[in-house]
């Protein structure tokens, strides 16, 4: 049975109503389950984490839209978050037994199905997207729901389905496949935010660092320590294990030790194994040694 | 649905058909999955390893008996490896949704089943037993087939099911509970058998090192290398990453690296998800930040 995770961000974080009427439409779908909802109302945005198989995922996501275009109203919404649209961005995410091609394809299907039933511009991103110039979710957002009639009309974003124009509430949206996204943060043993912050510059990709890392550095104000922030965005090509002891050595440059660290969120556990294996030194290590994989398996 | 493993050991690695017929008639019990063989002739012994809820793994058990019983004479018996019966030891353990208390409840059910069936005199062992000097199965089974009638006579050792004598060609049983255990060796960058000897001796727990450690030195002949080969009993409480560095930091002692690790057969996900966790330093870590475990309990 494939398993498919999606994690759709909505524009609507202050109205629990409103959100609680759009997470019932998508729980409602027969073979999806709703892992987790997380509503910020100063970013006025919510995301929910559901799985299921391509069939199911596909008739929640048109639920949720269903249920989210009607009652979100971008012209009147404002948040700390960027956004392009009421239904912001989709993203389709293999789990187990499912490749990344499938996601592309449902992806794709859901794209297609969302701009001719609803009348919404949409761009694909990530794996999803053919474009070098739109693959990446922030280049995309740029100009936001009050940019968007001219970006559309602009060279280079004619959106990959749907009118060239912005849906009149529900702006436009973003739908693609990704890999599963690690939140992990390494809190240092300092309240040197500059610290933090060099090291969060070294170990970006945008900066010259790991390919698959974004970062920046915070303060833990009430802690009185400092933090690396980060998201890996693909943890197959670079490991939890060489962002942590990069993170660390980085640190010891300034003197400064890692105090510990921190998953936010799931995580996949072939990360983890992956990172366990790594640093006993496991020899041709794979995931048909752990007892729970070969039990799903035989 | 819980699932208990269960690894029976047959005095039986020569003859092929026979093992087959053993194993067929385990993998024919409804509900039961069979994951491994593993015929060694010169131990002339197999190692079964199969899956299944408590009810199907009692009815797994007693077709192996049925099917074992009147295949292996013990009279005729001989091998490297130490046995007190045709069907040798049968282990229970915890894998999902079960406790210890649970796999040791099946034990008793399925060792007074067994006595009562076959007339075999069964010793119950490990966290089966109440018996501080009958929970190591080396104790329970020393003397072997050869010594079992007077062992059996003796103080001490009357069975805690069925009769005080050996069954004539299926001498006695051990049936128990016990953590997964874990086979896992370090490989040594050195030729030098001592030094694997020495750290053998310092990290095992009968002579003074780690709680739930049994390990040996041993030379791989054809790599040039040594090993110290280990099994972790308990991996809970004396966890894999507290080995490799007790293990590691040892062999430095003596200028030697680690070269490698091994893991031998199934690792449990939560022992190596464990091991990630320390070595990341992930601060507050439980199995509850593992996607798929999430998504076995939602």
Same mark, same amino acid.
């Given at each position: 049975m494939p398993i498919i995770e999606s994690i759709p961000n909505i524009s /609507? #974080? *202050?109205r629990a109503e409103v959100v609680e009427r759009i997470v019932a439409a998508v729980g409602a779908t027969p073979g999806v389950r709703v892992l987790d909802l997380s509503s910020d109302g100063s970013? &006025? *945005?919510s995301v929910i984490t559901l799985v299921g198989d391509q069939a199911s995922m596909k008739a929640a996501i048109l639920a949720l839209y269903d249920a989210a275009v009607p009652a979100i109203d971008l012209r009147a919404h404002s948040g700390e978050h960027p956004r392009v649209g009421a239904v912001d961005v989709v993203p389709f995410v293999p789990i187990e037994d499912v490749t990344m091609s499938d996601c592309v394809a449902l992806a794709r299907d859901v794209a297609a199905e969302v701009a001719a039933r609803f009348d919404i511009p949409v @761009?694909?991103?990530? /794996?999803?997207? $053919? &474009?070098p110039a739109r693959k990446n979710l922030e280049d995309?957002? *740029?100009g936001e729901f009050e940019g968007l009639? $001219? %970006?559309l009309a602009s060279d #280079?974003? %004619?959106? $990959? @389905? #749907? !009118?060239?124009a912005p849906h009149p509430t529900a702006g436009a949206s973003v739908i693609g496949a990704r890999? !599963?996204?690690i939140a992990y943060n390494i809190n240092l043993a300092t309240d040197r935010l500059d610290v933090a912050k060099k090291i969060a510059t070294a170990v970006r990709h945008s900066s010259g660092g790991l390919r698959y890392v974004k970062a920046m550095g915070v303060p833990l104000v009430d802690r009185g320590v400092v933090q690396v922030s980060m998201n890996l965005t693909n943890y197959e090509k670079t490991p939890i294990h060489r962002v942590f002891e990069f993170v660390k050595r980085e640190a010891a440059r300034y003197g400064v030790s890692v105090l510990e660290s921190e998953i936010v969120g799931l995580v996949p556990g072939a990360a983890l194994t992956a990172s366990a294996a790594w640093f006993l030194q496991v020899d041709s290590f794979t995931d048909d040694l752990v007892l729970e994989t %070969?039990? *799903?398996k035989a």
């Open positions: /609507e #974080g *202050r970013h &006025n *945005r @761009f694909l991103y990530e /794996e999803a997207s $053919d &474009n995309i957002r *740029r009639a $001219d %970006k #280079g974003w %004619k959106p $990959d @389905f #749907g !009118p060239a890999m !599963p996204l %070969k039990l *799903r």
